[in-house]
């Protein structure tokens, strides 16, 4: 990058920051990405992790504004808490029911949200999604709202699992808010209509945590075949225990890389103003994806 004249000092008086803010905030590709994009047009702005705990997340995010950041992501558990200490929210973070993305700006802190566009993005990219498919996502956290706007969004037919029906339904009626063809909900421990349901699926989304330690979904989601797509919004590891059955399986599999690329790419014309070099992060995420040093002990 050519931020001056070979040799000269960086980060200087004038960078300015944009930051993760989470906890507890471990490893993640975001720095790199949006560096890469910094980088690429040559802006002098640096992207940090910042971890931040639950009851330190308003003193947090008025210090940026108050130390001139251009802007920040929110990462779990703060998407819902910042939402309060907006001045303005979009009406895509309304939707959602999450912020992961702030802006400060003249008119104060705007809350936005960027992962149903980043999924969006991905789904059409990856797998041609189109209007009338049959989609299942099992979570009914932010994530899965997400899902369920992107969903609406594509007009599909959107099935939501959790394990507690009132909130898979809540997550459905988002979908359907945002267009879908139809939107349901299916308690994750009915022996009988999950397994039907998958079968009955194009698309089958995780948007839970689990298999980044390794667990298993529930049973019915790891026999997916030939004519299906499975689609974990986890990155790292690259292929979790769902998506390792799905390829035994026969099915087409995809990780949460597309999505995390895509959403960046989003908070990034949020705070710059610039399209986004796509490719440039992509390439980022990816290198950094495959040389991502070892798990250990310690």
């Not at 471990?26 to 002098?44: G, K, M, Q, T, W």
């Not at 139809?182 to 009915?190: E, N, P, R, T």
């Not at 349901?197 to 298999?211: E, K």
Request: with cysteine.
């Amino acid at each position: 990058m050519s931020r001056g004249p070979a040799g000269t000092p960086w980060p200087v008086a004038t960078t300015r920051l944009v930051v993760l803010l989470g906890w507890p905030a471990r490893y993640s590709l975001s720095p790199v990405i949006h560096n890469a994009a910094f980088a690429e047009h040559d802006l002098d702005l640096v992207y940090l992790v910042t971890p931040v705990r639950d009851s330190d997340i308003e003193v947090a995010v008025h210090g940026l504004g108050a130390v001139g950041a251009v802007g920040a992501n929110v990462t779990v558990p703060h998407k819902r808490a910042v939402m309060a200490l907006c001045d303005r929210l979009t009406e895509e973070a309304r939707l959602v029911g999450a912020v992961n993305t702030l802006v400060w700006n003249a008119d104060g802190l705007l809350g936005d949200n960027t992962d149903a566009v980043g999924l969006r993005d991905a789904l059409t990219a990856d797998i041609a999604v189109a209007a009338g498919d049959r989609l299942i996502v099992f979570g009914t956290g932010g994530a899965a709202r997400a899902v369920a706007v992107a969903a609406g969004r594509l007009q599909t037919n959107l099935t939501v699992v959790g394990r507690q029906r009132d909130a898979a339904e809540d997550v459905a009626e988002v979908a359907v808010r945002a267009g879908a063809a139809s939107a349901g909900a299916v308690d994750a421990a009915d022996g009988a209509a999950l397994p039907a349901a998958i079968a009955d699926a194009r698309i089958v989304l995780n948007a839970t945590p689990l298999g980044m330690a390794g667990e298993r979904l529930p049973d019915p989601f790891h026999e997916l075949g030939p004519g299906q797509v499975a689609y974990d919004l986890i990155y790292d590891p690259p292929e979790t225990p769902f998506l390792h059955s799905a390829h035994e399986g026969g099915a087409e599999t995809h990780n949460g890389l597309g999505m995390l690329v895509g959403q960046a790419a989003a908070s990034y014309h949020r705070w710059t103003g610039r399209p986004a070099p796509f490719a440039t992060m992509s390439a980022a995420a990816i290198h950094a994806l495959a040389h991502r040093p070892a798990p250990t002990d310690a």
